[in-house]
């Protein structure tokens, strides 16, 4: 494992390794067209630790949350968990793998069997590892739902009795229940009000500490996942074009696409907001189906120039620990200004 | 997948306590009281089914001459022929209660068969997918493309007509009604969060199917078997009409009917009478479907 990946975190939990998942297209008479939805994205997160993964609508990032954890098997490409290839596994050991490593959905409404009560939800886990049975199941769902900051006579009501937040928190409690080492959150937090959302992420930070969990924390919302990442990593049309620690990435961005994500943040303050720069991104995403040459962003990127539309960047560490794709990124700060 | 990541409504937490408006309504929404009526009706027809004799006053296939199509209402010393007498004699009461029994068997019967094999392979087809769904569906296809009739005829040419080759056709031709519906509930389940969600747990296959994915299809499956059951009745009578199911003198509804018409003119209580009962009993089982179908819903507000 020569990458990036092993440099950013000297002790691992999760190695990603130049993870791919194509998808077979038949649209239209177009036989062979692949949707390369993830196109070799490599990352590491230490134990205990968080990576954020941002970037726009349908750029890959649910697609490597869930082929990570071997729900949608990869194309190609090695997730190492605790030092084992999970990609490979199947039938009993993956069952079993999944104790260790879990997922929370964003649409908290469609995450809940509405047929079940909470209670029928949270012993769920329990039941198909055969953990528990009894008095101590019940004590176990009683310890659970405290966890996750609801009472306890939420467990006999349905999932629809509850508002967003509340069902997420139940969400929550189902994917800490086999006390996993390993969430990852896909836009766990998008579907809630805001002001919801923050009570939600810090529950998840109370929890990292409380049982030592590391994350991937799958967001399109650089606010939040400013307040959650140790490591931040952006994604554009399945590639990762730039990845570090938190604080590099966010005071000195390199790539221009993250620089574009950036002043799409609203600012507190209304003056500075108005005299900002702001980099508009011209159109659309392109389509994975047919990524445009060389560097993909360079269709929307204000710095392309013609290297850009025959050369794809190398991957390469510009700062200690702040790796980007991008030819010019030690030009971006001038350059966009 | 890709998601759009578009912000979902949110829905506050729920109002517990019922407004005046509802409370009033309240006593209206009762489930016995809505399904009173239709309750009573299946009951009257499980009973008169389980034990026509019970309420028949006279034997349903004791045939006379003398008193051929006679008006409801006509009585001669051997009794009252409360609903008249058919083309034969026979006592048209009678037979509708005899009728009922082989109704109900061959139309429940051959709505469980259906409902099961169409049921369990639409979830086989739906969960696994790929090729073992491409030959359930197209099997399905193929059954829905062969004429009932002759596949009727084919049955019953080779088994010979009987009650239970009558369910077994029956069966046999309407699954493929059960196995889209079911197909395509559980394709819309499998894709849901949830059952992922499951499937990230450890859940194997056998668990998420019974667990998560059959509860979702049996509801809609209920809907469509209340339905069926009506047109079984229908169908019976057909097959009995060409002289392939129920054999004559055994008294069945759809024979009754089929029969009933030739006189309608002259002797409507013929065919009135068991269609009559026919048009009660599905009316009653579609709206029991239909209330089974909003129990089995916990976000339903009759609950």
């Known amino acids: 494992m020569e990458n990036e990946a092993t440099v950013l975190n000297p002790d691992p939990l999760v190695v990603v390794d130049n993870l791919k998942k194509y998808y077979a297209s038949r649209q ?42 071997n729900l949608d098997r990869a194309t190609s490409g090695q997730v190492f968990f605790q030092g084992k290839d999970i990609t490979q596994f199947k039938g009993k050991a993956l069952r079993y793998l999944r104790k260790e490593i879990q997922i929370i ?94 009570q939600i992420v810090n529950l998840f930070r109370r929890l990292q500490t409380e049982l030592n969990l590391t994350y991937l924390f799958i967001s399109h919302d650089l606010s939040i996942v400013r307040h959650i990442s140790d490591q931040v990593g952006v994604m554009y049309l399945g590639k990762i074009v730039e990845l570090g620690d938190k604080q590099a990435i966010f005071s000195k961005p390199l790539h ?57 960047p190398a991957w390469r560490e510009v700062d200690a620990k702040h790796w980007v794709a991008c030819h010019f990124a030690e030009g971006v700060e001038e350059g966009v200004q | 997948m890709i998601k759009p ?36 009706i299946i009951v009257i027809f499980v009973i008169v089914a389980l034990a026509p004799g019970w309420i028949a006053n006279h034997n349903p296939n004791l045939t006379d001459l003398a008193i051929r199509l006679k008006n409801p209402g006509f009585h001669n010393a051997t009794g009252t022929y409360l609903l008249g007498t058919d083309e034969l004699g026979r006592d048209v009461f009678s037979r509708v209660m005899y009728g009922a029994r082989v109704s109900l068997l061959v139309s429940l019967c051959s709505v469980g068969v259906s409902g099961i094999i169409g049921g369990l392979l639409g979830i086989i087809a739906g969960y696994y997918g790929r090729i073992v769904e491409t030959i359930i569906m197209r099997l399905a296809d193929m059954v829905l493309s062969i004429p009932f009739l002759l596949l009727a005829i084919l049955t019953v040419a080779v088994l010979g007509p009987s009650l239970f080759n009558l369910i077994v056709v029956l069966g046999l031709v309407r699954w493929p009604r059960y196995a889209r519906v079911a197909q395509g509930k559980t394709l819309a389940t499998v894709n849901q969060d949830f ?39 229908i169908y019976e009578a057909s097959l009995s009409f060409i002289g392939l199911g129920v054999q004559p003198p055994t008294a069945s509804w759809g024979t009754m009917l089929s029969e009933g018409q030739q006189y309608l003119t002259q002797a409507w209580w013929l065919a009135s009478f068991p269609g009559l009962a026919i048009f009660l009993i599905v009316v009653s089982i579609n709206m029991f479907g239909d209330y089974i179908r909003d129990r089995l819903d916990p976000k339903s507000k009759r609950r």
């Open chain 1, 105 to 198: 959905f964003q649409d908290p409404y469609s995450s809940l069997n509405s047929r079940m009560r909470v209670r029928d939800i949270l012993e769920e886990p329990f039941k198909i590892h055969r953990l528990y049975r009894g008095r101590e199941l019940t004590a176990e769902v009683e310890k659970l739902i405290d966890m996750v900051g609801l009472p306890k006579n939420a467990l006999d009501k349905y999932p629809h009795q509850f508002s967003g937040g509340q069902r997420q928190r139940i969400v929550i409690a189902r994917a800490i229940a086999l006390r996993p080492k390993f969430i990852v959150c896909d836009e766990p937090v998008s579907a809630l009000d805001v002001s919801v959302q923050s």
């Open chain 1, 28 to 69: 239209g008479n177009r036989k062979d067209s692949v949707v390369k939805a993830v196109d070799g994205v490599s990352f590491s997160i230490g134990a205990g630790k968080t990576l954020g993964l941002v970037g726009e609508s349908g750029c890959g990032k649910s697609t490597t949350g869930q082929a990570v954890l």
């Open chain 1, 256 to 312: 221009p696409y993250t620089k574009a994500l950036m002043s799409a943040v609203p600012l507190p303050h209304p003056e500075t907001q108005r005299n900002r720069e702001k980099i508009k991104l011209k159109g659309d995403l392109p389509s994975p189906l047919n990524p445009p040459t060389g560097c993909r962003f360079h269709t929307r990127c204000p710095l392309a120039q013609e290297r850009c539309k025959r050369e794809e």
């Open chain 2, 195 to 233: 059952v992922k969600g499951v499937i990230a747990l450890g859940a194997k296959s056998g668990r998420v199917i019974i667990r998560h994915i059959i509860p979702e299809v049996i509801p809609p499956l209920i809907v469509i078997g209340t339905i069926e059951v009506g047109l079984m009745i």
């Open chain 2, 5 to 40: 990541n578009i912000e979902t409504p949110q829905l506050g937490e729920r109002n517990t306590a019922l407004p005046l408006r509802e409370k009033r309504l309240k006593f209206w929404k009762r489930d016995w009281f809505q399904m009173l009526p239709f309750s009573v």
